[in-house]
Structures are given as structure tokens and as C-alpha cells.
């Protein structure tokens, strides 16, 4: 493997433990300003140290994100649907890779949709998109999206993800489902795992030691973090079980240690 492909790659999954904490703040490119997302910067700026990389699109990434920041970009170059759209299947890729190379991307971002009416066509977008960034050492994370039509379970889900793996993802990532370990078993690049709908915290963290006692690499969570009541303490009981290995019991606790320590402080400044 080329030398500044694995450096990519070891900014995103950290080669000391093999995991990956990725925070997804990318939501707006088809759902417009998300639920405590309206201000991107507001909500990214207290997490960014504690997350490994950052899902997020040029438009915010450009506006909402410190240049002087040394968390590495997954920068999504996909989109063209919104959710009041006709079909949220048709995307394309809308970011050339000169803007990414400038926007000094780790990794580039997109959906594919299988088994959609645009299967086809973001099928064979990966495929470019890949042959264009190996070209620059460049990784491709595939997100293999869900949708009222598609399914959810783990015959789904490894089709899916074999079929990003096949075109040249070099990591993929899902949703979790039962059964998951089948899903990473016929993978044959990492998987991270899409934090979902918010839930509660506890829920949340037990999603997240579920996916990676299955065998994911980590989680790439966005609304069980920022649409926590505690963001930080959210964010920080998530790492413990991706990079400290704590239990679902541990981790919950830690969170509300911090989320009381949170309150406490808040209500201070009121
Ligand atoms: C899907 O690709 C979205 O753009 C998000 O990046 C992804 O769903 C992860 O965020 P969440 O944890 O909120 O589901």
C-alpha cells in the first residue's frame, strides 16, 4: 500500500488499537439545518479534540471548522438529493478532487445506494471516485445508506458492504444490525458504524460496544452526540469504550459523572 494512502488511513483508524472515533456533523447536506445542528461551529468546536476525525462536508468544513485544526477531515463529496426531494437515492459526486486535495482531506465521503433505483449509478460513481483518489493516496470511506425501501438486517448490510469493498472502499460504513458479525466477516476493509436516530445515552453506548465487540473499527456518531443534552460528556463516554475499553456500565457512568459536572457548571453562569 502506498506510503501517504496508509498515512491517511492511520489519521482516521489509529494504528495503536486499530479503532476509530469519527464525529458526523454532515447531516445538513440533505436534511438542511438539523436539530441542534443550526450552528455547525458552535456545536463542532468543543468536540473536535475528542473525536479522531471529523465527517463533514466542504461548505462547513470551510466556514465551521478551525483551519488551524489538526483532527484529520473526512470530507463527504457526495449529495445532489434533499429530504423534501423527489428520491434521495440520486446522488453524484459534487466535490472535484482538487478541492478536496486543498481542503487537505484524510479521507472522501459518499453513499452508496444498493438495491435502490439509483443503485446503479452511485455503484459506478464509487468506482470513479476511488480510481480519482488512489491517484493522490487518498482513502474512500463508502456509507452504505438505508432508506424506508432498503433493509436494514445483515443479508442487507453485507451486500452492501461487499459491494462498496469490491469497487475499492477502503473502509465501509453501516448501520448495526443482529447479526452484525456476519457483516464484518464478508467485509473484507474496516467498518465503522453510523450512530442512527438519537437515542437514549445509554442505548447509545451500548450500540457502540455492541458494534465493535462484532468486530467494527469504531463508530462515526453524529446526533447521539450533539442532540445529547451534554455533547462533551457524550462524546468522551463514547471514547472510553472505543479507545479505553470500557463497558457499557463504565462508560454510562463516566457520562453522568460529566453530564452532572456539565449541569452544575452551567447552571453557574445562570
Ligand atoms: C449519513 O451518512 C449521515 O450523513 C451521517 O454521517 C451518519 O448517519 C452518522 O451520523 P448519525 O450518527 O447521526 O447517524
Not at 475528542?50 to 468544513?61: A, E, F, H
Not at 460496544?209 to 451534554?230: F, L, P, T
Request: hydrophobic share 40%; proline share 4%; aromatic share 6%.
Amino acid at each position: 500500500m502506498d506510503w501517504g494512502l496508509q498515512n491517511r488511513l492511520s489519521r482516521i483508524i489509529k494504528p495503536q488499537d486499530n479503532r476509530a472515533l469519527m464525529l458526523a456533523v454532515d447531516h445538513g447536506y440533505f436534511l438542511g439545518p438539523t436539530e441542534k445542528l443550526e450552528n455547525p461551529a458552535k456545536v463542532i468546536a468543543p468536540l473536535l479534540k475528542y473525536c479522531d476525525s471529523l465527517m463533514v462536508t466542504r461548505g462547513v468544513q470551510r466556514s465551521s471548522v478551525s483551519a488551524t485544526t489538526d483532527t484529520p477531515m473526512v470530507l463527504r463529496v457526495s449529495g445532489g438529493s434533499s429530504i423534501i426531494g423527489e428520491d434521495l437515492s440520486q446522488e453524484d459526486i459534487t466535490v472535484s478532487i482538487e478541492d478536496a486535495i486543498r481542503l487537505n482531506a484524510s479521507a472522501l465521503a459518499m453513499s452508496i445506494f444498493v438495491g435502490s433505483k439509483y443503485e446503479y449509478q452511485t455503484v459506478v460513481n464509487l468506482g470513479k471516485l476511488v480510481s480519482r483518489a488512489q491517484k493522490y493516496g487518498i482513502p474512500v470511506l463508502a456509507v452504505t445508506a438505508v432508506g424506508k425501501e432498503l433493509g436494514k438486517d445483515a443479508r442487507y448490510l453485507s451486500l452492501a458492504c461487499r459491494v462498496a469493498a469490491e469497487q475499492g472502499a477502503n473502509i465501509v460504513k453501516t448501520y448495526y444490525c443482529e447479526n452484525f458479525e456476519k457483516v464484518v466477516q464478508s467485509c473484507p476493509v474496516p467498518i465503522i458504524v453510523a450512530g442512527g436516530k438519537k437515542i437514549p445515552e445509554r442505548d447509545a453506548l451500548q450500540l457502540t460496544y455492541n458494534s465493535i465487540k462484532a468486530g467494527a473499527v469504531g463508530v462515526d456518531i453524529g446526533r447521539n452526540v450533539w442532540q445529547s443534552e451534554h455533547p462533551v460528556a457524550m462524546i468522551r463516554a463514547v471514547r472510553s469504550i472505543v479507545h479505553g475499553n470500557s463497558n457499557v456500565e463504565q462508560a454510562f457512568s463516566l457520562y453522568k459523572k460529566l453530564a452532572s459536572e456539565d449541569s452544575k457548571h452551567k447552571s453557574k453562569q445562570t
